[in-house]
């Protein structure tokens, strides 16, 4: 069974600073997607940035990038130039490929707050 | 714009009292699903549906019924609720095929408490 950790529950930052949140995941299926999204304090669930297992590059949004090291079983998200807008909950997930139910496994959540 | 749509946004109902949270997307995914989102618990999958027809059980399907008549909507179906199926619920699409790493896409949520 897949499993995703996010070992920060709440991360803080400075307004236009970088930061980085950690995601590190388990599966034994080769063929895998991650994903991270951003729920604010409104409830919604806002998908951001995904990575395929198979991608040979890491996956840049905007001010969002994710840095995959297959290896160590890792993808964590990095948020460049923080705004205020930024804190919420983030969360990273994780879904098989071709052949399985497509369910996203999500990890306990980052809590970012941005601070002016 | 190419959207989920959940309604209601918020609810407040009784136990006992049959309700229906409805699912719309206009993207013409063939996969929608169904999560619920519990303090403590994360995120969990009710229901889901490969496409038009086809459905089936998630992690936590007991107390929840779906159908998918139509491509575009996914509607969750509380026959019987209960105060334990209180919770932010969340209807999510994606489409399959091409590349097996496609994203889903969320409604905004349907708050529920059953009293």
């Known amino acids: 069974a897949q499993k995703i950790t996010q070992t920060q529950p709440g991360m803080f930052v400075q307004e236009k600073e970088a930061v980085t949140l950690d995601c590190t995941y388990d599966?034994?299926?080769?063929?895998?997607?991650l994903f991270w999204y951003k729920q604010p304090s409104s409830g919604e669930m806002i998908f951001l940035i995904y990575?395929?297992?198979?991608?040979?590059q890491n996956a840049t949004e905007g001010r969002y990038s994710l840095n995959f090291q297959k290896a160590r079983k890792s993808a964590n998200l990095v948020i460049s130039a923080s705004q205020l807008g930024d804190s919420a909950m983030y969360f990273c997930?994780?879904?098989?490929?071709?052949?399985?139910?497509?369910?996203?496994?999500f990890g306990k959540g980052t809590l970012l707050t941005v601070n002016p | 714009e190419a959207q989920v749509t959940q309604n209601p946004r918020y609810l407040i109902t009784v136990t006992g009292k049959k309700l229906t949270v409805t699912c719309s997307q206009n993207?013409?995914?063939?996969?929608m699903s169904w999560y619920r989102q519990d303090p403590g618990l994360g995120l969990r999958q009710i229901y889901y549906?490969?496409?038009?027809?086809?459905?089936d059980k998630g992690d936590v399907p007991e107390g929840y019924k779906v159908s998918r008549k139509e491509k575009r909507n996914f509607p969750l179906i509380l026959e019987s609720p209960s105060p334990n199926q209180t919770s932010l619920y969340f209807c999510?699409?994606?489409?399959?095929?091409?590349?097996?790493?496609?994203?889903?896409?969320f409604g905004d949520g349907t708050r529920l408490s059953i009293l």
């Open positions: 990575q395929g297992s198979y991608d040979q």
């Open positions: 549906s490969m496409n038009v027809e086809v459905t």
């Open positions: 993207m013409n995914h063939e996969y």
């Open positions: 599966t034994s299926d080769p063929s895998y997607g």
């Open positions: 999510a699409s994606r489409r399959q095929g091409l590349n097996s790493n496609q994203p889903q896409h």
């Open positions: 997930a994780m879904s098989l490929g071709e052949g399985s139910n497509y369910k996203l496994t």
